[in-house]
């Protein structure tokens, strides 16, 4: 699969060692040779062909050859003599974040060196917190995480992002200042990161034209979450309409968010999160536009509707009749006169004309009258006469064809 691909190049840009399991070996038609020459095909030749990378044929519904799976991954350790010191205090990264409605904000780590304990002091990111409680991967209480153990905790300050670096730390006193000066220097960074405006882009928007910017506010329940909605939605950023994800993180909508989207004129975007009392009276009064979504689609197609409805019509030609100028007559202070036989469409009072001649356009312009009979006219349709007369030109004859035409506004899509 597209994604698949995507995580192999990626680990093995990275340098980091890869075991293959091939899944699903129970189901009838499996043929795991065929991901071989995928994977031959992609130069990861497994040691069955004569190649460097271990394999296992696995199924994870009924837990077939797991085992296996697992002594290779040892083994691939002990090859690449991994080792960590559970003495010391503990080191590791942090795997996912997400704000639990009854439990806060929960972190899920891997500890990588050291061991872990209930009531560390920790410092993930720039969030910190002493570890009030601790659970492995079945959610059951612990108390220790040695090295090469996942663990989800519960205690710190905030939601630190996937990929942050994670300490547990001597003091609180220190943790506080480290995770403070972390912070100043995100807020600095993303001063630093916003574009202003130059001479350039200045040049390139007047020469679109019409150029927007759709500026927005993501809050989500989980970090992976807001990260895919954030990703998204820059990516429909187009030539005219650019979107800025001004503010991203984990969490309920808070009373900042709103002063921040009416500072920049945002809207804010919920994904499973809700804006706080305080924040919601306050969007109210300073009119900002909160959105609450469940589903990352209906956020990224709501947000295309809006730019859609951002970018100006376009205005297309619709040529509603044609009619043959059969005879022309010439009045006194009116002009002249042509009498006309409607060939195809109907004629309207209001629409713009072109007189052609040969094939070719002659004059473009409105009409000042248009008669059937004696009397004053609205329309005329197909396989009627009429008589017209034509605002600003005179030099109609016989023969010339009058095209009429209504200009109309088309919605552009993105």
Not at 32 to 37: L, M, N, S, T
Not at 126 to 155: D, W
Not at 314 to 339: H, S
Not at 365 to 389: I, M, P, Q, T, W
Request: glycine fraction near 8%.
């Amino acid at each position: 699969m597209p994604q698949t691909i995507e995580a192999i190049n990626h680990a093995s840009a990275a340098g980091v060692p890869i075991i293959f399991a091939i899944n699903k070996v129970d189901k009838a038609g499996a043929n795991p040779d065929k991901i071989r020459e995928e994977l031959a095909n992609m130069n990861y030749l497994v040691e069955e062909w004569g190649g460097k990378y271990q394999s296992q044929e696995i199924s994870a519904k009924f837990g077939k050859n797991i085992d296996l799976l697992l002594e290779k991954v040892l083994l691939e350790a002990e090859l690449l003599d991994l080792k960590a010191n559970p003495s010391k205090r503990a080191q590791g990264t942090v795997i996912e974040s997400e704000l639990d409605k009854g439990r806060g904000y929960v972190s899920t780590l891997l500890v990588q060196n050291g061991t872990l304990k209930v009531g560390d002091i920790l410092l993930a990111g720039r969030y910190t917190g002493k570890i009030k409680a601790m659970f492995n991967e079945r959610n059951q209480p612990i108390t220790v995480a040695e090295p090469s153990t996942p663990v989800t905790i519960l205690g710190l300050d905030g939601a630190p992002q996937a990929g942050d670096k994670f300490n547990a730390m001597a003091s609180e006193r220190e943790a506080r200042e480290i995770a403070n000066k972390r912070e100043q220097l995100q807020r600095e960074q993303e001063l630093k990161t916003q574009k202003h405006i130059t001479l350039d882009e200045i040049g390139r928007r007047i020469a679109i034209g019409n150029f927007q910017e759709l500026n927005i506010i993501i809050k989500g329940d989980v970090d992976g979450s807001v990260e895919a909605l954030s990703d998204s939605l820059i990516k429909l950023s187009t030539e005219e309409i650019q979107v800025n994800v001004k503010h991203k993180a984990v969490g309920q909508i808070s009373e900042s968010d709103i002063l921040l989207a009416s500072a920049s004129d945002a809207i804010v975007i919920g994904f499973q999160v809700r804006p706080s009392v305080n924040a919601r009276r306050l969007a109210e009064r300073e009119g900002i536009d909160i959105r609450l979504y469940s589903i990352i689609y209906d956020a990224i197609n709501e947000i295309k509707d809006a730019m859609t409805g951002m970018l100006s019509p376009e205005i297309k030609e619709e040529i509603v009749a044609t009619a043959e100028i059969r005879e022309t007559f010439k009045i006194t202070k009116v002009g002249t006169i042509a009498g006309c036989f409607v060939l195809d469409g109907k004629i309207h009072r209001n629409s713009k004309v072109r007189i052609i001649r040969d094939g070719i356009v002659v004059y473009s312009g409105e009409l000042a009258s248009l008669k059937r009979h004696k009397d004053d006219a609205k329309e005329v349709s197909r396989g009627f006469e009429c008589g017209l007369n034509i605002a600003n030109f005179n030099d109609i004859r016989p023969g010339d064809l009058v095209e009429a035409y209504e200009l109309k506004e088309f919605k552009r899509k993105l």
